[in-house]
């Protein structure tokens, strides 16, 4: 897809300049069918409690001027679970569309999506593409929403676009450019709700040298605290790059 962002150097090496806030954070938000079972309620449900925790989200990090939310909100794995709760999962994304568009818009929030989104079918493709359409104008964050992605899928798919060129030609910069967050700052926070320690196929060229965070909280509890929270610990780290 076309840069959605200018780039601009990313933070210089060592402490986060005595508290600079991330540009780009990304979040692997786990732990909705947990949310739900705990409560005796069906898997949806913690879907449709996941759906609030974005919207506070989004707000908290258009307050912290956070310039790239990444939200994994669809991998390619998904397909394998139970028929039922992936037709859940479209419906639910259907309805926040119509739902949040106007306010998303309100907001000054641009939209992005990266992983091969158009296997979830025309009628949801079109509305996804209208979403991304509308809000294309807008600057104040970018939401940019992975689905039906998958990071190994994506390097497989940037190292075939590049087969054809030179071998000197082919760099670090030229390998970024091919990916699907071309044009995007640089990650620099990845966080993981529900406790869970691993990455799962996310982010995965992106997240080399981005501070990895992972709380216990389940996602539909995730909150503006939250991630408050999150952006504090960011700050408190010394970022050094392998230099030092």
């Not at 408050?228 to 960011?234: K, S, V, Y």
Request: glycine share 10%.
């Amino acid at each position: 897809m076309s840069s959605a962002v200018e780039t601009r150097p990313s933070t210089s090496l060592g402490t986060n300049g005595g508290g600079d806030g991330p540009r780009h954070v990304a979040i692997i938000m786990d732990g909705n069918g947990r949310w739900a079972a705990q409560r005796g309620l069906p898997r949806v449900a913690g879907h449709r409690a996941g759906a609030e925790a974005v919207r506070k989200t989004l707000r908290a990090a258009a307050e912290h001027q956070v310039e790239v939310l990444t939200l994994y909100a669809f991998s390619s794995e998904n397909w394998r679970r139970p028929e039922e709760e992936v037709s859940d999962l479209k419906g639910l994304l259907g309805y926040y569309l119509e739902r949040e568009l106007d306010a998303l818009d309100k907001e000054g929030v641009r939209l992005r999506l990266i992983g091969d989104y158009r296997a979830f079918g025309p009628e949801l493709v079109a509305r996804l593409d209208k979403a991304v359409e509308r809000l294309s104008g807008n600057s104040r964050l970018t939401l940019v929403v992975a689905l039906n992605y998958g990071a190994r899928a994506e390097l497989v798919a940037a190292a075939k676009s590049l087969a054809g060129q030179p071998a000197e030609a082919i760099d670090e910069a030229a390998f970024a450019a091919a990916l699907d967050t071309a044009g995007l700052p640089e990650l620099d926070l990845l966080i993981r709700t529900s406790g869970e320690v691993r990455l799962s196929n996310f982010l995965l060229w992106q997240a080399a040298y981005a501070e990895l965070l992972f709380v216990p909280t389940l996602w539909p509890d995730f909150d503006e605290a939250c991630f408050a929270a999150a952006l504090g610990e960011f700050s408190a780290r010394q970022r050094r790059f392998g230099g030092r």
